[in-house]
């Protein structure tokens, strides 16, 4: 048994305190605070309107979870100024928990690991519906569309097998180079999968910006994965670390950081668990260095 599959069973958690865990705590709060003070006031269901009388009782509950009133034209201002806010602000965290949860949701790119692919800065939209639908916070499968590909560049809540505090409910960005049941081996900056030597292009020596300018004269070169090409740094005063021929395991892949020797990824700690990639990542909407304090307008609606 090889390193990568002896840690697969101490995998953290997905579980963590992040946006959507606020967001839903805020929604619960809202949904309580309106509760206690229906159940605490004095008025009778005369103050609702026939209309609404008549509705269904799953369209009044359905209407209140969504604006929490009964009605479009029940009045609350007689209320207490926490329970108007409460009323006029759920619909919008519901309408972000939704968008977030379920449809896309924004990353910073926090470190040159994806360089030349992605900078330190940029910010991307994930899709989070591309391979299927999953519950927001515990992202549990609930349908599935497809599989993620080799190539793909995922963000993924880090597994952090050697439980370091440091690392607990860190999400992490990098390109998925082999899947399930793929037999692959690094060696020499030279990636082999399923037996085929994946080709590399010389471009030339990298130009970094920003932080970037620490890769200034790095090796650029563009690889061609399934016929997809993307390109990729090389160190060219030494390889980066490599591994020997392994397989991955049903339900996980390997991911590896396009900056191949200031990556952080599977090489080091192991597998990604399935279970454990919140999305594709598919563009850049903002670019801000806080480094240098720069933003880099040519950066916005790069990527695919």
Do not use: C
């Not at 953290?12 to 967001?23: G, I, K, N, Q, R």
């Amino acid at each position: 048994m090889s390193i990568y599959e002896a840690v697969l069973k101490n995998a953290e958690p997905f579980f963590a305190w992040d946006v959507l865990s606020w967001l839903f705590i805020a929604m619960i709060l809202a949904i309580a605070i309106v509760l206690i003070d229906l159940f605490l006031s004095k008025e009778t269901s005369d103050s609702v309107s026939d209309t609404v009388q008549e509705k269904s009782k799953f369209g009044r509950i359905a209407y209140f979870l969504i604006f929490l009133k009964f009605s479009k034209s029940e009045k609350y201002n007689h209320r207490p100024k926490l329970v108007q806010w409460s009323i006029e602000l759920f619909p919008v965290l519901l309408l972000v928990f939704v968008f977030r949860g379920f449809i896309f949701e924004p990353f910073r790119v926090p470190s040159n690991s994806m360089m030349p692919t992605l900078l330190t800065g940029d910010f991307i939209v994930v899709n989070k519906f591309d391979y299927g639908f999953r519950l927001p916070i515990t992202n549990t499968k609930l349908v599935e569309f497809s599989k993620p590909n080799r190539g793909d560049v995922i963000v993924f809540r880090y597994p952090n097998y050697e439980k370091n505090p440091g690392y607990s409910g860190v999400d992490f960005i990098k390109r998925i180079v082999a899947t399930p049941g793929d037999v692959i081996s690094y060696s020499e900056d030279q990636l082999i999968v399923n037996g085929e030597v994946l080709e590399l292009k010389n471009i030339g020596p990298y130009l970094g910006v920003d932080s970037g300018k620490a890769m200034n004269n790095y090796k650029l070169v563009q690889e061609l994965m399934d016929s997809q090409p993307h390109e990729v740094l090389l160190n060219p005063n030494g390889q980066s670390k490599g591994i020997p021929e392994i397989t991955i395991p049903e339900g996980h892949y390997f991911v590896m950081g396009d900056n191949r020797a200031h990556s952080s990824d599977s090489r080091f700690w192991g597998f990604v668990p399935e279970e454990y990639i919140i999305g594709r990542a598919i563009g850049i909407w903002m670019h801000w260095d806080w480094n240098y304090n720069t933003m880099q307008f040519n950066r916005i609606g790069g990527f695919n």
